[in-house]
């Protein structure tokens, strides 16, 4: 194959189904045909056509296993929203599979049913973990592999966002003890792939249930994860933004009049106005905006009224800006329950500012919420308490493609 770029994919969970017949135009050997597979016949199974292919892969030397165990360095160059270039820094390695709990592994955001059993269904079908997870380390292990990323990396892919992805094999024993040395004891929290996350879990149970006398280093006993300190300067976290469409039960003047009884709504002149307002807030000012071919600054009025509305919840959960979007705009003001949120009946989610604006602009959409980008701080500081976040309260970036190495989990496999 001419490039590893063509290969590669975004994780399975961004990707629709215009982009996937991109992906394998690209090449037929695009990962996306087993992360996110395709019954190859009517009535036969798209988890088994993974399996199948990724067999076939594997015997025809498309794919090839490290001769010794290896960690890879991963460097990901890439522009900001500000538009500078950043570097993130990260290790791809197995990790233990342990339950949730303080002082080892943490969620931040809830998961459904459905995801986790798709994913179920392709490890048990394959015997692979297939994309990595993304975690935050509590401590920063980069300089122990860093000398290793002095020579050319063994790979190098441009992503359709433009991200640089470099990465290197490290095979040396003595930076892998380095490595797990500094890491001993670190908390990790997912930053992204919690569904897969919960997976492993699953499985690992699973396969300990049916092979009680499997060793310790049963491979099921691990999942592939990249692991990116919090403290890393490149360390990115970008808004959702909110879409109302299909919404009759008010007008978008009711809307905003109603709102008043939490928030001081005030018009601005312009998109460039509303940016430089929101970049004034704080912790103790919060500030939302609102688009509907005019633009609006919702300032909370009285932080306490999120105590009275959500009083079972902590109070780091509470002063999100998407938990203050939801509990008192969407559901209060607007009368939009949380079971259709869950259904995206009235709502949609967008990363892209431009295209959120164009909804409203041509008419598909009723109006935007715009909303900063979640501070890390704030994402440790619910984990810490405990409480996960609110569905689509952070969107990290870039994001770590998958096609560039896997991790076999299957029964005889050991680590």
């Not at 199974?45 to 292919?53: G, I, K």
């Not at 469409?245 to 009884?261: C, G, M, N, P, T």
């Not at 018009?267 to 633009?295: H, K």
Request: charged share 25%.
């Amino acid at each position: 194959m001419p490039s590893l770029g063509t290969v590669t994919a975004p994780p399975y969970d961004v990707i629709d189904g215009v982009q996937r017949a991109e992906l394998l135009q690209r090449s037929p050997f695009n990962v996306v045909e087993l992360d996110l597979p395709m019954a190859s016949s009517e009535g036969s199974d798209r988890y088994m056509h993974a399996a199948e292919t990724l067999e076939e892969w594997i015997l025809t030397g498309i794919l090839t296993q490290d001769r010794f165990p290896t960690m890879w360095a991963l460097s990901q160059e890439f522009r900001g929203p500000d538009g500078h270039t950043h570097v993130r820094n990260g290790i791809l390695a197995r990790v233990r599979v342990t339950d949730y709990g303080a002082g080892m592994i943490r969620p931040h955001e809830r998961t459904q049913p459905g995801p986790k059993l798709d994913r179920l269904e392709l490890t048990r079908a394959t015997r692979f973990n297939l994309s990595p997870i993304f975690s935050l380390t509590s401590r920063d292990a980069w300089p122990q592999i860093e000398p290793a990323t002095a020579n050319e990396p063994w790979a190098e892919v441009t992503d359709i966002e433009g991200t640089i992805h470099r990465l290197w094999p490290v095979a040396d024993e003595a930076i892998h003890d380095a490595v797990t040395a500094k890491l001993e004891g670190a908390e990790l929290l997912i930053a992204d792939g919690h569904h897969r996350y919960e997976t492993a879990i699953n499985f690992r149970d699973e396969m300990r249930q049916k092979h009680p006398d499997a060793p310790a280093n049963a491979a099921f006993n691990y999942c592939m994860t990249t692991l990116v300190s919090m403290d890393d300067p490149g360390l990115t976290i970008l808004p959702t933004h909110r879409e109302i469409h299909d919404y009759r039960q008010k007008s978008v003047e009711q809307v905003l009049a109603d709102a008043q009884a939490y928030f001081e709504v005030t018009p601005v002149a312009s998109r460039e106005a509303l940016a430089e307002a929101m970049a004034q807030a704080t912790p103790a000012d919060r500030r939302i905006g609102f688009y509907d071919g005019r633009y609006y600054l919702l300032r909370l009025a009285d932080p306490q009224i999120m105590a009275k509305v959500v009083p079972d919840r902590a109070e780091e959960w509470r002063m999100l800006d998407v938990s203050i979007l939801h509990e008192l705009l969407i559901e209060r003001v607007m009368g939009i329950d949380k079971a259709r949120v869950e259904a995206k009946e009235n709502l949609d989610y967008h990363r892209d500012l431009d295209l959120a604006l164009q909804q409203v602009d041509e008419g598909r959409a009723q109006c935007l919420f715009i909303l900063n980008p979640t501070r890390m701080s704030e994402v440790k500081a619910c984990s810490d308490k405990g409480e996960k976040m609110p569905q689509k309260s952070t969107d990290f970036y870039p994001k770590v493609i998958a096609g560039l190495v896997a991790l076999a989990v299957g029964l005889k496999e050991r680590l």
